[in-house]
């Protein structure tokens, strides 16, 4: 089942704050932690972009981060990170280092240099302000979703990606929360149609309650044969996890993924998931531990298809529609 918000935020201690720009057609993302969180990450895509993800392999020394970024922008928004830093060490956030405090942030980028928005920012890019701006907008509770922060500028083969969300509660009273950048090479939705891959996951009509419909193809559908494009995001539990536990979420996370986008993982897409474990709750058994991961491909699924779902088209000229421009009140077929 869904937790109360049926967002990343529904698990404790757990802030999301956007920046959104939409006449630059971009913006970032800033998930905040109340505490360190047990951290990890994989990248399955050909093409990434990001910043202090190699800290996040099991075998690092450190364990735990302050904070993830999303952003847009391409290698341009890796300055993003900067600005969630900056607004850390101001509240004396940070990694130790004899009397220094390092905030440990890493980020993935996702690429919306070619939707249409104005790019000519001049001789520094604006995201380490956005970074920061972010930051400061972070709080616990409802946030935005489709058209906003990260999602500002994303893109699918079919229809206007976003920002997603969903959570859900095993059996055991764990939270697992997901939260992703819909910016795929790949389609989250079935051939022409209104339908998502998603749908067998679906609570709740949280995507619309369409179902999957009676027949479809599974023709490759791409938005360019050679256009770099990028799905990033995290998915998050309560629950009391290693850093090696935290990397195979992120890999539960990525069946998700591959769920609920196809295809995925392509040599120009750029699949990062990071994950992590805020350590509020025990695990008892294995089986506990297993509805965990379970459930982690199921909201990352989940998110996917929201981000498209809740998205809305950038105001250009050009720009590509949105599920919702199209479908505006689609029967449960």
Same mark, same amino acid.
């Given at each position: 089942?869904?937790?109360?918000?049926?967002?990343?935020?529904?698990?404790?201690?757990?802030?999301?704050?956007?920046?959104?720009?939409?006449?630059?057609?971009?913006?970032?993302?800033?998930?905040?932690?109340?505490?360190?969180?047990?951290?990890?990450?994989?990248?399955?895509?050909?093409?990434?972009?990001?910043?202090?993800?190699?800290?996040?392999?099991?075998?690092?020394?450190?364990?735990?981060?302050?904070?993830?970024?999303?952003?847009?922008?391409?290698?341009?928004?890796?300055?993003?990170?900067?600005?969630?830093?900056?607004?850390?060490?101001?509240?004396?956030?940070?990694?130790?280092?004899?009397?220094?405090?390092?905030?440990?942030?890493?980020?993935?980028?996702?690429?919306?240099?070619?939707?249409?928005?104005?790019?000519?920012?001049?001789?520094?890019?604006?995201?380490?302000?956005?970074?920061?701006?972010?930051?400061?907008?972070?709080?616990?509770?409802?946030?935005?979703?489709?058209?906003?922060?990260?999602?500002?500028?994303?893109?699918?083969?079919?229809?206007?990606?976003?920002?997603?969300?969903?959570?859900?509660?095993?059996?055991?009273?764990?939270?697992? /929360? =997901?939260?992703? *950048?819909?910016?795929?090479?790949?389609? $989250?939705?079935?051939? %022409?149609?209104? +339908?998502?891959? #998603?749908?067998?996951?679906?609570?709740?009509?949280?995507?619309?309650?369409?179902?999957?419909?009676?027949?479809?193809?599974?023709?490759?559908?791409?938005?360019?044969?050679?256009?770099?494009?990028?799905?990033?995001?995290?998915?998050?539990?309560?629950?009391?996890?290693?850093?090696?536990?935290?990397?195979?979420?992120?890999?539960?996370?990525?069946?998700?993924?591959?769920?609920?986008?196809?295809?995925?993982?392509?040599?120009?897409?750029?699949?990062?998931?990071?994950? /992590? =474990?805020?350590? *509020?709750?025990?695990?008892?058994?294995? $089986?506990?531990?297993? %509805?965990?991961? +379970?459930?982690? #491909?199921?909201?990352?699924?989940?998110?996917?298809?929201?981000?498209?779902?809740?998205?809305?088209?950038?105001?250009?000229?050009?720009?590509?529609?949105?599920?919702?421009?199209?479908?505006?009140?689609?029967?449960?077929?």
């Amino acid at each position: 089942m869904s937790a109360p918000l049926n967002l990343l935020t529904d698990i404790e201690g757990v802030a999301v704050g956007h920046a959104t720009d939409l006449d630059l057609g971009s913006g970032v993302t800033a998930v905040i932690f109340d505490r360190p969180a047990v951290a990890s990450g994989s990248v399955l895509g050909g093409a990434p972009g990001g910043r202090e993800t190699a800290l996040l392999d099991p075998s690092m020394t450190v364990d735990a981060v302050d904070a993830f970024v999303l952003s847009g922008g391409s290698a341009f928004g890796l300055d993003a990170a900067g600005g969630v830093q900056s607004g850390l060490r101001e509240i004396g956030r940070g990694f130790a280092v004899g009397p220094a405090r390092v905030p440990i942030v890493p980020q993935a980028i996702l690429m919306d240099l070619l939707n249409g928005g104005d790019k000519d920012w001049g001789l520094h890019s604006p995201y380490r302000d956005m970074g920061y701006q972010a930051f400061l907008s972070a709080r616990p509770g409802p946030f935005e979703l489709g058209t906003v922060g990260a999602g500002t500028g994303a893109t699918t083969a079919t229809f206007k990606g976003g920002i997603g969300s969903a959570s859900a509660v095993t059996q055991s009273g764990h939270t697992v /929360a =997901a939260l992703m *950048a819909v910016n795929a090479m790949g389609s $989250a939705t079935i051939s %022409e149609g209104p +339908h998502f891959w #998603a749908a067998p996951f679906e609570t709740a009509g949280e995507f619309g309650d369409l179902g999957m419909p009676q027949d479809f193809d599974t023709a490759m559908r791409l938005k360019g044969m050679t256009i770099p494009a990028t799905t990033i995001g995290l998915v998050v539990t309560d629950a009391v996890l290693t850093k090696a536990q935290a990397h195979r979420l992120s890999i539960a996370g990525h069946d998700g993924l591959a769920r609920a986008v196809i295809p995925a993982h392509l040599p120009f897409d750029g699949d990062t998931i990071f994950s /992590a =474990a805020t350590g *509020a709750r025990p695990v008892a058994d294995p $089986a506990a531990l297993m %509805e965990i991961f +379970h459930l982690a #491909a199921l909201v990352t699924a989940r998110a996917v298809a929201r981000g498209v779902y809740e998205a809305t088209a950038l105001p250009h000229a050009g720009a590509q529609p949105a599920w919702r421009d199209r479908f505006p009140a689609s029967p449960k077929a």
